[in-house]
């Protein structure tokens, strides 16, 4: 099988892919932009279903108004499908986080979060990060997955979270 067809090309004020020929689904045409307040009013009243669960606290306004100029969202025909919050450690300008990923259920496995994690990582890279960093549950099989295709390592650290929370640390180095 084909692998996937990775295209960029800029337009207006964000970034547009194409994505991708992997599963015959047809072709998206996905468009990267900033996150807008209009877009996080939208995901804290669609994360818990997007997650399948309670998911909200998570998406703190911190990480609009305070933490918010790096992150992105992913429109497809006018609809908001992804979104990714993510920032460069206050207290180490060379590692990149990325904090909370989200993609519609109805567009997973079409190359959504890819292409957040690559605009992100072009945006860390041309800010001199060296490395990438982000977390997630023991329990999250399927993030375990998509970091893994996308060339992160994963381990699991025991008290990461307090005694008895571990945690699924992920990282990526930026050569
Ligand atoms: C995890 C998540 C962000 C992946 O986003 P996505 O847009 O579906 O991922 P992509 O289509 O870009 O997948 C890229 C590759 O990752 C791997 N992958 C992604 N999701 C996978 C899954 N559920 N199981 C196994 N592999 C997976 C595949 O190799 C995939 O390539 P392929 O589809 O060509 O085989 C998405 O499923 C999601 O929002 N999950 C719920 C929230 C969450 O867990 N967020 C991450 C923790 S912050």
């Known amino acids: 099988m084909a692998g996937p067809a990775w295209g960029a090309y800029y337009a207006g004020g964000g970034r547009h892919f194409r994505a991708n020929t992997r599963h015959n689904r047809p072709i998206l045409i996905m468009l990267t932009r900033p996150l807008g307040k209009l877009d996080y009013a939208h995901i804290v009243q669609v994360i818990d279903r997007w997650w399948?669960?309670?998911?909200?606290?998570?998406?703190?306004?911190?990480?609009?108004?305070e933490l918010g100029a790096l992150a992105r969202v992913v429109e497809v025909d006018g609809v908001l499908v992804g979104f990714l919050f993510g920032f460069i450690c206050p207290a180490d300008a060379q590692t990149g986080y990325v904090h909370l990923v989200g993609i519609h259920p109805d567009f997973r496995r079409r190359g959504v979060g890819r292409?957040?994690?690559?605009?992100?990582e072009e945006e860390c890279r041309?800010?001199?990060?060296t490395l990438l960093k982000a977390i997630t549950n023991t329990g999250n099989d399927g993030s375990r997955?998509?970091?893994q295709a996308t060339g992160w390592?994963?381990?699991?650290?025991?008290?990461?979270?307090?005694?008895?929370?571990?945690r699924v640390v992920f990282q990526k180095r930026l050569d």
């Open 153 to 166: 390592d994963a381990s699991i650290v025991e008290d990461y979270a307090g005694p008895a929370r571990p």
């Open 52 to 65: 399948g669960g309670p998911t909200s606290s998570l998406a703190h306004p911190l990480f609009f108004y």
């Open 126 to 129: 041309s800010k001199g990060c």
């Open 145 to 147: 997955a998509f970091h």
């Open 115 to 120: 292409v957040l994690y690559q605009a992100f």
